[in-house]
């Protein structure tokens, strides 16, 4: 069982920058992948990035390549989202997910995550 605790959202101007983290509990964290969706007002929730266990191999929506940067600190069992040139369209709910997995493969679909956090409010203004 691991437990996911988001935080660090907030209310940033465009083109501005924010930092979100997601903290777990249990000692086998670091055998979890690790992604980020969001979910704005009306839409449907979507992938924004994973990473790997080990944190060797990351994945990420086009819509946020070079802008976003995921890392994990396996030694703080937290997951971390640097956001970097943010836009308007960036403003969500961003939710970080895990699931025990030890592979070069790195989910992007909600059903193949096992485990969810219950997200921090990201607002970008123009």
């Known amino acids: 069982q691991v437990r996911l605790v988001e935080s660090g959202g907030g209310l940033v101007q465009a083109g501005g920058s924010l930092r979100l983290s997601c903290a777990a509990s249990?000692?086998?964290?670091?055998?979890?992948?690790v992604g980020w969706f969001r979910q704005a007002p009306g839409k449907e929730r979507e992938f924004v990035a994973a990473?790997?266990?080990?944190?060797?191999?990351?994945y990420y929506a086009d819509s946020v390549k070079g802008r976003f940067t995921i890392s994990r600190d396996n030694a703080k069992n937290t997951v971390y989202l640097q956001m970097s040139s943010l836009k308007p369209e960036d403003t969500a709910v961003y939710y970080c997910?895990?699931?025990?997995?030890?592979?070069?493969?790195?989910?992007?679909?909600?059903?193949?995550?096992?485990?969810w956090g219950q997200g921090t409010q990201v607002t970008v203004s123009s």
């Open positions: 997910a895990a699931v025990p997995l030890l592979s070069d493969y790195l989910p992007s679909a909600q059903y193949e995550y096992d485990y």
């Open positions: 249990g000692r086998t964290f670091s055998s979890n992948a």
């Open positions: 990473i790997s266990g080990s944190g060797d191999i990351t």
